[in-house]
């Protein structure tokens, strides 16, 4: 693979047709460092591949792979993933439509670009906590060692800033023989601290040559940087990234791991306040889950749970007062039942908070915006409406279990996730792929480039089937007004039957049944 005209995308050929897409089509200055490698082939076939060490450095050597000699795979009839193994991001397809976008499927490769005594590998876990970040650790350094036989591996303390103001933790097969039974991250982790020039300055002092960057959107944004910068020093690094959120907002990727754990520890939640509701006259049990902008630990973990009379996320506005409102449809649901379960995502309602309390949008050094706590304010107004204006007297308990969730270690669904997820980017980095994240994509793990998960969050669609499962499994009304839904239709794909003709405020109230 050559040099790259700057003014154009890079792109590799396999087996089909050379393009070049230029940079002032995409709202891009034509120096800026981002690229993106496309291949294009026939019935409209996308492939956006990952950068390689052989994009910017020539005549790199190449080694058999390891793999083939390992014992644990002698049975294995077929031991590397094909160079021209690309996987789907749409699965349903029609008969005419195109082939659409893909990616590299992950795994060996025949041939790796670096031999395992002279890899120095460093693995580090920036921003929040999640279940699964010690298996992850685990299985990277136990893939280097036993698939590979690489034997120098170390861990940067404290997140991005442990580059270059921390001291590193050597990690072996025995130093983390048992932690993927902890929760946390025995390396410590921490948000911002992100200087790219002291960072790969780091890497490159301590000769260093793969590294594995775990952690959410704004981490391998920051990953996406340090590689452009290895990049434009020529460096032989290889930089992969493990995508990491709670709160499964990651896109592309069919989920995130810990997600399955946060929604199994958040029904011990909901199980409690379903407990506390139904022991009190007009009980309400209130929890408050994880989901900054995405709600889909609330919504999967309602669906799951089959306690829950409503669940409020961010995606799906809702008003309080007045026909329709939340408060119209607790007081009807206190009167039916004697009691209710009400589930709210952390990231739910914040205008209408902000608003109440005239607070200032702050950031965290991640560049997260700042959230008010939700649950606290609706506990509030919900109290202050039915003692003041409806005289009614109800028994509210408010549990926020959200640090507990992200403290607790993986399950086993999420433990087995996190092991292919860690070998996956170890076979990767080895193959000389670098500038990735790897997930899997409908099934079957890929390689993905960085931009193609930073550039969106993936987000609940509130005109989905799923959404529609979860209200007609709480029997809540959509708290949407016309205009809401009229405008979430038109924003999805395919076309509804739904106009602006066939839905007026009067027949929408007629559909929002509270039963």
């Not at 793999?67 to 021209?84: A, G, H, I, M």
Request: aromatic content about 8%.
């Amino acid at each position: 693979m050559g040099s790259v005209d700057h003014n154009f995308v890079a792109v590799t050929v396999l087996g089909s047709k050379k393009i070049g897409l230029d940079r002032s089509s995409m709202g891009e200055a034509p120096n800026s460092q981002q690229k993106q490698k496309i291949v294009t082939g026939d019935g409209g076939y996308v492939l956006q591949d990952v950068p390689h060490l052989s994009d910017y450095i020539s005549n790199l050597p190449t080694y058999p792979n390891p793999v083939q000699d390992n014992p644990s795979y002698s049975v294995v009839k077929q031991y590397f993933v094909d160079e021209d193994d690309t996987v789907a991001q749409k699965i349903v397809v029609h008969k005419n439509s195109p082939r659409g976008i893909h990616f590299r499927r992950a795994g060996p490769r025949q041939r790796v670009y670096f031999e395992p005594e002279d890899v120095h590998a460093c693995i580090v876990t920036c921003g929040g906590l999640c279940p699964g970040l010690n298996t992850v650790i685990r299985e990277i350094v136990c893939g280097l060692h036993y698939m590979y036989g690489v034997k120098r591996v170390m861990g940067i303390d404290g997140g991005y800033r442990g580059f270059y103001s921390k001291n590193i933790i050597p990690l072996t097969p025995k130093v983390v023989n048992d932690i993927h039974k902890r929760g946390g991250t025995i390396l410590g982790t921490s948000r911002g601290g992100h200087v790219t020039k002291k960072i790969v300055d780091s890497i490159q002092d301590r000769d260093i040559n793969q590294v594995y960057i775990i952690g959410g959107d704004g981490t391998q944004r920051g990953a996406a940087v340090i590689f452009e910068e290895i990049r434009r020093r020529g460096l032989n690094v290889s930089v992969a990234g493990i995508p990491k959120t709670i709160d499964n907002d990651i896109p592309v990727i069919d989920k995130s791991f810990g997600f399955d754990s946060a929604v199994e520890e958040a029904q011990r939640a909901i199980s409690a306040a379903h407990v506390e509701a139904t022991s009190f006259e007009n009980g309400i049990g209130l929890v408050k889950l994880m989901g900054r902008d995405s709600g889909f630990i609330a919504m999967y973990a309602t669906l799951a749970s089959r306690d829950v009379d409503c669940c409020l996320i961010p995606e799906s506005p809702f008003y309080l007062e007045g026909r329709g409102g939340l408060f119209e449809y607790i007081e009807h649901r206190l009167k039916e039942n004697g009691h209710m379960v009400i589930v709210i995502a952390e990231g739910a309602a914040q205008e209408l908070v902000s608003e109440s309390l005239r607070c200032t949008g702050k950031q965290d050094p991640s560049g997260n915006k700042l959230l008010q706590d939700v649950g606290l304010w609706i506990s509030e107004r919900i109290k202050e409406h039915f003692s003041k204006q409806k005289k009614m007297l109800i028994n509210l308990k408010y549990i926020d279990p959200t640090y507990m969730i992200r403290a607790i270690p993986s399950n086993a669904s999420d433990n087995v996730y996190c092991t292919l997820l860690a070998q996956s980017a170890v076979h990767g980095a080895m193959a000389g792929y670098t500038g990735f994240t790897v997930g899997p994509v409908n099934g079957r793990h890929a390689y993905i480039p960085f931009n193609g998960i930073t550039e969106t969050q993936n987000k609940v669609v509130i005109t989905d089937r799923m959404w529609a499962r979860l209200l007609s499994s709480t029997n809540q009304p959509s708290f949407l007004r016309t205009r809401d839904i009229i405008k979430a239709h038109k924003e999805e794909e395919p076309p509804t039957q739904l106009s602006d003709d066939s839905i007026t405020d009067d027949n929408l109230m007629e559909k929002q049944v509270l039963c």
